[in-house]
T-cell receptor
């Protein structure tokens, strides 16, 4: 039972344009959401997070949007750069647990 | 910067062998985790630990055990390796108990033949 879903396994975007990565969740108890980025042969690294009390969080080129009613979050990268090419995982945690539940990942390729 | 070190980058073992995967963190973090990453399945939690000698089962603990004798070290043990345990294993640590931010090691690619 996949509680956190990333339905697009891959995404290809031209450099300079916007990348939008999507994530859906089923557990209404999730109250904190994170995005991680993973390059080949490296471990995932934290990118950006958002609490359920907010609907938007911005950090430079990266913005995460949360739509609680739709149980949907998205990561926007603008402008996209070739160095952003990586696998992106969304993750969620609930207040009554100490476990992060990860999605299946989306491979982003940014081409020149 | 937090450093999480996994002892082996690649490991090849035979079915039935006992396998030890070691992980060390240098930031005095309370919490440590073991995940495995498989194509199409994302990262799945195997075991985690809040403190020395404490452990909790994750979502897929079957066939695995863990050991945390020292705060900085968290070991994953495959009691009798099987081919379906071929995977990328990722160790992580975090300071807080809310899992807000995990720091990951580079991973161990284990192949069980």
């Amino acid at each position: 039972d996949q509680q956190v879903k990333q339905n697009s396994p891959s995404l290809s975007v031209q450099e300079g344009r916007i990348s939008i990565l999507n994530c859906d969740y089923t557990n209404s108890m999730f109250d904190y959401f994170l995005w991680y980025k993973k390059y080949p042969a490296e471990g995932p690294t934290f990118l950006i997070s958002i609490s359920s009390i907010k609907d938007k969080n911005e950090d430079g080129r990266f913005t995460v949007f949360l739509n609680k009613s739709a149980k949907h979050l998205s990561l926007h990268i603008v402008p996209s750069q070739p160095g952003d090419s990586a696998v992106y995982f969304c993750a969620a945690s609930a207040v009554d647990t100490d476990k992060l539940i990860f999605g299946t990942g989306t491979r982003l390729q940014v081409f020149p | 910067d937090v450093k999480v070190t996994q002892s082996s980058r690649y490991l090849v073992k035979r079915t039935g062998e006992k396998v030890f995967l070691e992980c060390v963190q240098d930031m005095d973090h309370e919490n440590m985790f073991w995940y495995r990453q498989d194509p199409g399945l994302g990262l799945r939690l195997i075991y985690f630990s809040y403190d020395v000698k404490m452990k909790e089962k994750g979502d897929i603990p079957e066939g695995y055990s863990v050991s945390r004798e020292k705060k900085e070290r968290f070991s994953l043990i495959l009691e009798s390796a099987s081919t379906n345990q071929t995977s990328m294993y990722l160790c992580a640590s975090s300071l807080t108990t809310t899992n807000e931010k995990l720091f990951f090691g580079s991973g161990t690619q284990l192949s069980v033949l």
